[in-house]
């Protein structure tokens, strides 16, 4: 209110209400001496006598809002005198005032209003402090509190001594009842977090319940989106983009629904309560992505994101959505103040799915209940973190520590766009679905000398020798552009090229369906726009790389936490759609490439889109995650600690008319997903990563059954010579030595690493089937 007033208030308005919030100033410097009058030495037990009673304090706080009340009404009363004949009157008095003013009167006067509003959070934190003293006066506990040294809260003394320096250092200890004694500190140190014992004389029966309620709702598949738009908000154009993706797609999406809903048999689906924090979109992370959705800027992030919280509505899952922080503390309902203090009730979602940066904020503002709480957080990361990385100590030690990683979670809760690491989840996006009518105008249509190049931005022009590949280019095709520009054509792009500008979403769908060819300069890497151009008929020629661009040689891949590879410019197009369709050549290469530019021209070739990529296919995937993944349970390794007698024996045995190890089929295999039917045992080479090795057999690496094969049973089984079997912490084992005959079994379960990989040694690896168009589902995984 005040704000709002200081901004259409004449001087002499402004006048009044900087001499009446003077005059609060002084009576709150009043009160505050009162405030201050209690001594450090001092009881808070007994602060309710010294300073005022609770009646006498709200009493103040309502003489301060009524006098409030009446500078606002003489404010009011002198508005209306610019209506009145005396209003010639008025100015000339505010003329002479505002000459006579001194300078900064406003500054002063908002940074009296700041004072006055923390003056009353002081204040209402001197009355809850003051009725919890009065409780325990009446409990009979103003006595001191002894420091307890009891053994198994050995940290305790540690944290009461770090208490007494900084309890000051975030607001949130107050507002948990913190006053500074040694007595507040042990109640908030064994009630709010966990490191001393329950104080006997507290009533413990109050305590906040951390169990959730058992109640489970069933999931129902949603078709209207209305519902949805209205959720994603208004106000940044990244989320205009993101409703507009939506809209657009919400026909394939329903009709993807009641597939999926058929080919589940209808079955029950528990509904689950899911918060989706896009954290890159927060102001508090800079938000770099909303001015580039007009100017070309990469948008692949901001796809997926659209399709994520649509395919989990469409789900029938009870969805929140946060894109900013103070969003993000109301949905976690964690305390004021700079995130020191835990969470005290349970947290209310089963799943939250974030990025990188709402995962730094959650750590900033959950404090200690990060910890507690992770198994539930799942992250969307775009090109993977391997486990070597995640791993905070190991990478620390071992120099894999970058800007990025190091949070100790399963690999498996980061999500990634493309299945290019198996040490993640494959959570992917969505590319439209074309009806048999479009796919047959499409191939009625086409240009067959008509080429569009990858690249919205002009940075992506400026690779070294494009000229070259673009002049042979040119001379069997018509070059085609969507590159952004405000006032005069980028001078990177060559005077052939037909520069389109930034093109809406159908427009550019029309463009594609014209053109033959859809060609990349090498970057941007693993984008959702090849997957388009394929998906309209369009031939994607992309560049292969020599050497592999990696962490090691390529500054766009420094400080991300992964030591994968990428051979060319989109490695999933390379490995999983290949010709006709992508077509991956040495651009260096004259001779080559102007050879595939030819052959291109002479194809015939149909739109084409993997199932993994449609709304069904999402939709399946990201459903058969949120029913069987499952990482707040520990899960235990094999052999059983117990040694149960139904592990006797070597449950791995020889597949038939293979070379390859299977689980024994004796209806006695332990619980999980991917069930252990689809587990495929094998060796890799020396050097080779279990990655690789899985591939070569027609296979994915699972990460899932490490624990099955992290043991001498596989070892024996795979007929492996140990002269000695050790156990340490280390992102290539289980792998043995041949030359050696040394093993070594892994010691951190968060280390089982499908990338990892030495020429030292070869990997036990577990792979497994899947199914064709879904590879992060094994056959029997839905």
């Not at 404010?75 to 004949?85: A, G, P, Q």
């Not at 070059?479 to 550019?508: D, I, M, S, W």
């Not at 998906?535 to 990696?550: D, E, I, M, T």
């Not at 000695?724 to 040394?742: G, L």
Request: charged share 20%.
């Amino acid at each position: 209110m005040v704000r709002r007033c200081l901004l259409t208030f004449k001087p002499f308005r402004i006048f009044v209400v900087g001499i009446g919030f003077f005059s609060l100033c002084f009576l709150m410097t009043s009160l505050g001496g009162q405030f201050s009058a209690k001594r450090l030495g001092d009881s808070p037990f007994t602060m309710r006598t010294e300073v005022m009673g609770v009646v006498e304090s709200r009493g103040v706080l309502r003489k301060i809002s009524d006098m409030l009340e009446v500078i606002m009404k003489r404010v009011d009363s002198l508005s209306r005198l610019d209506n009145t004949s005396d209003s010639r009157r008025l100015e000339e008095l505010s003329s002479a005032i505002n000459r006579m003013q001194p300078a900064g009167l406003v500054e002063r006067i908002q940074a009296i209003a700041q004072n006055v509003s923390n003056m009353a959070v002081r204040v209402e934190q001197i009355l809850q402090n003051s009725m919890a003293a009065g409780r325990a006066v009446r409990d009979g506990t103003t006595g001191q509190c002894e420091i307890p040294r009891d053994p198994r809260y050995p940290d305790c003394p540690g944290k009461v001594e770090w208490m007494r320096a900084r309890w000051t250092s975030d607001p949130c200890y107050a507002f948990y009842g913190v006053d500074g004694s040694d007595c507040s500190f042990l109640i908030y140190l064994s009630e709010v977090e966990w490191f001393c014992p329950p104080l006997a004389w507290r009533n413990h029966t109050t305590s906040p319940t951390t169990k959730k309620s058992s109640t489970k709702r069933q999931a129902a598949f949603r078709t209207d989106l209305s519902s949805l738009l209205e959720q994603v908000g208004t106000g940044k154009e990244s989320l205009s983009f993101m409703k507009r993706r939506i809209r657009r797609l919400a026909a394939q999406w329903s009709t993807a629904a009641q597939r999926l809903d058929s080919k589940l048999h209808r079955r029950w689906r528990e509904q689950k309560k899911i918060l989706v924090h896009v954290g890159f979109l927060t102001e508090e992370s800079g938000d770099v992505f909303s001015p580039k959705v007009l100017k070309g800027g990469p948008l692949g992030e901001m796809v997926q994101w659209a399709d994520i919280l649509t395919a989990l509505y469409v789900l029938g899952h009870n969805l929140k959505i946060s894109v900013s922080v103070k969003e993000l503390q109301g949905f976690l309902g964690v305390p004021p103040g700079r995130g020191s203090c835990p969470l005290t009730g349970p947290l209310p979602f089963d799943l939250i799915y974030t990025d990188y940066h709402g995962l730094q904020q959650m750590r900033q503002h959950m404090g200690l209940s990060l910890r507690r709480h992770k198994c539930h957080i799942r992250v969307i990361d775009t090109f993977g973190t391997e486990p070597a990385y995640n791993h905070e100590e190991y990478a620390t030690l071992h120099g894999y520590r970058t800007n990025w990683g190091y949070w100790n979670l399963n690999s498996r809760q980061y999500m990634t766009m493309f299945p290019h690491t198996p040490d993640n989840s494959f959570m992917g996006f969505v590319t439209e679905e074309l009806n048999s009518t479009e796919k047959r105008s499409i191939q009625l249509n086409k240009v067959r000398n008509m080429a569009v190049v990858y690249g919205k931005e002009v940075s992506m022009w400026k690779l070294q020798g494009k000229e070259r590949f673009l002049q042979i280019l040119h001379r069997y095709m018509e070059v085609h552009g969507t590159v952004y520009y405000e006032t005069q054509r980028p001078p990177e792009v060559p005077a052939f090229v037909k520069n389109h500008g930034l093109l809406p979403q159908h427009e550019l769908q029309t463009l594609l369906r014209r053109a033959k060819l859809f060609i990349g300069f090498g970057f941007p890497y693993e984008g959702p726009a090849p997957l388009e151009a394929i998906a309209n008929g369009c031939v994607f020629l992309q560049p292969k790389f020599h050497p592999p661009h990696s962490s090691l040689n390529h500054e766009f891949f420094r400080g991300k936490p992964t030591s994968r590879e990428v051979s060319s410019q989109h490695p999933y197009a390379e490995q999983y759609i290949g010709p006709p369709h992508v077509i991956t050549v040495d651009f260096n290469n004259s001779d080559e490439f102007e050879s595939s530019v030819r052959e291109i021209m002479r194809s015939q070739v149909e739109p084409y889109l993997p199932y993994e990529y449609t709304c069904e296919g999402m939709l399946e995937r990201v459903h058969a995650y949120i029913q069987h993944q499952e990482f707040c349970i520990p899960e235990a390794p094999f052999p059983p600690a117990n040694g149960s007698r139904a592990w006797q024996g070597n449950p791995f045995v020889r597949l038939p008319n293979s070379t390859l190890l299977g689980w024994a089929a004796n209806g006695s295999a332990p619980s999980c997903w991917p069930p252990l039917s689809a587990l495929r045992l094998l060796e890799s080479a020396e050097g080779q990563s279990c990655v690789d090795a899985c591939r070569g057999a027609d296979l994915v690496c699972e990460p899932a059954f490490f624990r099955f094969v992290n043991n001498k049973e596989a070892l024996v089984r795979l007929e492996v010579q140990c002269e000695a079997v050790e156990s340490e912490m280390n992102h290539i084992f289980p792998a043995f030595s041949v030359q050696r005959r040394e093993c070594g079994l892994q010691k951190d379960p968060l280390l089982f690493s499908c990338a990892g990989l030495s020429p030292k040694y070869r990997r036990v690896c577990p792979c497994r089937d899947f199914r064709r168009g879904q590879v992060a589902l094994c056959r029997d995984c839905l």
